[in-house]
Each structure stands twice: as structure tokens, then as C-alpha cells.
């Protein structure tokens, strides 16, 4: 990885390493500064489920709203599920893997920089980077988010080398 937009760049950015692509469904895991065990994920709800996890331990980016829900005790403070292990005290959050490692890991199917920048609206706002191809976009929801690492998968899939990923010019 020597592209000139591979860089962590904020303390809550993370590789997205995908092993496995079927459709819009992906597998694989992601690499933090603060373990260095990756997360593994099975399906992208997991994936999102597990980077909204982190970001809650991290207390970063700072979630603008309260999360919704459909149970009826609305003053019930979020409690933060943790599908892996991590063994954090509150005050304890020291990066054991530094940037230099976590970049250094890729995905058979894609690798991707994640940096969430802000949670505004319930959802997320930042950038992307697909390693493969050096190329970084700004994201305005996990949606856009999700849509434009399925356009890169997708295309890397079609194996069309003069074909553009759809969001990625």
C-alpha cells in the first residue's frame, strides 16, 4: 500500500479488509489501532453493527443524537453490545497497533480505509478510501457508504479494467 490517499489520518480509522463478495453481502474483517486482533464480520449488518460498537467505545466520532428504538423505557442509558472481546476499563483506551501494521493488511476481494468523521442525523458522515485503486470519496450515510464499496467489489467482479466504479471518479 504506497497510494498517495493510504493513511489512517484519525484515531478511529480502520482497514476493511473483505475476503469474500456475493452481491451485496461481504465478508471478512477490519483492523483498529486499539487490538490487534482483527473483528471479523460474516455479513455487512455485522460489519456496520461491530464499527458502530467501536466508535461507541472510542466515544468517537460523538454519536449528535440518541439512539431510537422501539422499547418504551426512553430514558434508558445505550449500553454498548460487544460481539468480541474487548478489555477496556473506561479510562484505558491506549493504540497497540500503530498505523504503519494496520495499513500493512489487505482483503482478497478489496481493502478499503474507513474514516468516520461525524455521526450526525443517526447516521455516518467521512471518507473511503479503496486501496486498490488509490482512489478516496467522501460518504454522506452508511448507505453511500455501503452502495460505493459494493461498486468497487462489483467491479472488481466484471474484471472490466477501462470500466469506472460507479461514485469512485
Known sequence: MTGTQVYLGIKNGVVLCVER????????EFYHGYSTEPVVF??????????ENLFDLLNFPYAAMNPRGFS????????VE????????KEEKKRV???????????????????????????????ITWVDK???VYFRSVWEMMKLIDSALASNEEDDADKESVGWD
Not at 463478495?21 to 471478512?28: N, V
Request: net charge positive.
Open 82 to 89: 460487544r460481539p468480541y472481546s474487548y478489555n477496556w476499563k
Open 134 to 136: 488509490d482512489k478516496t
Open 21 to 28: 463478495y456475493t452481491g451485496f453481502d461481504l465478508e471478512g
Open 72 to 79: 418504551e423505557e426512553k430514558s434508558k442509558v445505550r449500553t
Open 97 to 127: 497497533m500503530s498505523d504503519k501494521d494496520i495499513l500493512s493488511k489487505h482483503g482478497d476481494e478489496g481493502t478499503f480505509i474507513v474514516r468516520v468523521q461525524q455521526r450526525q442525523n443517526s447516521s455516518w458522515q467521512g471518507r
Open 42 to 51: 460474516k455479513t455487512a449488518g455485522e460489519l456496520l453493527t461491530r464499527l
